[in-house]
C-alpha cells in the first residue's frame, strides 16, 4: 500500500494535528498531492495531511480491469466479505487500524487531533469513518461525496460484489443509514458543484441533507453555483475546509 503525507513546517517542534484526505474512485493517493492547492495553507496551520491510495495495489489482487468503478482504484472504503476480495481490500481497517498506527510511530502527528474529509468515494469514506468513529475524529467534512452508496448506481454494484448480497450488510458503509441507525456526529461540512455530472444520480446530497435534519446533526451544505466534480472545484475551496478543521482541531 501507498500513501503520501505532508508535514508542515511546526512538526520540527513537536506533534502537529492530523486531516485524513480520502480520494474518490480512479484516483491515487497523488491526486490531491498534486492538485489539492492545501500545502501553503497546512503549512501556516500547522497541519499534517495524509493521503491513502484507494485501494490495494499489485499484479496479484483481485481487479476488474475494465470496469472504473469498481477493483483498484475503487475501493470505496470497506472491509470486503467476499472472495477474492476480502483477503486485501480492506480498506476501512487500513486506514482506521493499520496506517493509523503506522503513521503515529513514524511521523510526529498528534493522534489525540485528528480530522478527516474527502471527495466522492473518499466522502463517502470520511462520512462513514467518522460516524463511526465519532470519539476519534474532531471533524468531518466531504467534497461532492456519495451519500448513500446502497441506493446510488455507481456504488451499488460495487457494494454487492464487496459485502455480498445481504443488503444490511451494506448499512455499515452508508452515511445515511448509518445516520438512521442511530450513528452521531456533532457537525458535518460539506460543498457541492450545482454543475457536477453525478448530482442527480450519485450524490444527491439532500439526502444526507434529510437524515441530519431527522437526526439534529448540523449540517453545514454549501452548494457552490456552476462548479463541477473536478479538482477546480476542491482546490477552490480547499481552504475553507481547512480553516474550518483547524478551528475544531484546536478547539
Known amino acids: 500500500m501507498t500513501f503520501a503525507l505532508f508535514l508542515p513546517p511546526q512538526a520540527k517542534d513537536g506533534p502537529v494535528p492530523v486531516l485524513w484526505y480520502l480520494s474518490g474512485l480512479t484516483c491515487t493517493h497523488q491526486n490531491v498531492m498534486d492538485k489539492g492547492e492545501y500545502r501553503q495553507l497546512a503549512s501556516e496551520l500547522g497541519i499534517a495531511i ?11 489482487i483481485a481487479d476488474e480491469p475494465d470496469n472504473w468503478q469498481f477493483g483498484k482504484g475503487a475501493g470505496f472504503y470497506v472491509d470486503a ?9 480492506r480498506m476501512y481497517s487500513y486506514i482506521t487500524q493499520e496506517l493509523s498506527a503506522l503513521v503515529a510511530r513514524q511521523f510526529p502527528l498528534d493522534m489525540e487531533r485528528q480530522a478527516i474529509t ?5 466522502g463517502h469514506g470520511a ?12 471533524s468531518v467534512s466531504a467534497f461532492a461525496p456519495i451519500v448513500q452508496p446502497s441506493t446510488a448506481g455507481w456504488s451499488r454494484p460495487a457494494l454487492e460484489k464487496y459485502l455480498g448480497p445481504d443488503e444490511q450488510a451494506w448499512r ?5 443509514l448509518l445516520i438512521e ?3 452521531r456526529f456533532p457537525e458535518i461540512l460539506v460543498d457541492q458543484g450545482t454543475a457536477d455530472g453525478f448530482l442527480d444520480d450519485g450524490l444527491r446530497p439532500w439526502l444526507l441533507e434529510e437524515a441530519c435534519r431527522k437526526a439534529g446533526i448540523a449540517l453545514t451544505l454549501n452548494m457552490r453555483e456552476g462548479y463541477d466534480h473536478s479538482y477546480f472545484f476542491i482546490s477552490t475551496f480547499m481552504g475553507d475546509h481547512l480553516r474550518w478543521h483547524s478551528e475544531r482541531l484546536r478547539s
Open 50 to 60: 495524509i493521503c491513502p491510495d484507494t485501494s490495494p495495489r499489485g499484479d496479484s
Open 181 to 183: 441507525d442511530g450513528h
Open 127 to 138: 462520512l462513514t469513518i467518522a460516524l463511526k468513529n465519532p470519539d476519534r475524529f474532531k
Open 172 to 176: 455499515a458503509y452508508d452515511a445515511t
Open 81 to 89: 466479505m467476499q472472495a477474492p476480495f476480502a483477503q486485501n481490500y
Open 118 to 122: 474527502g471527495h466522492s468515494m473518499g
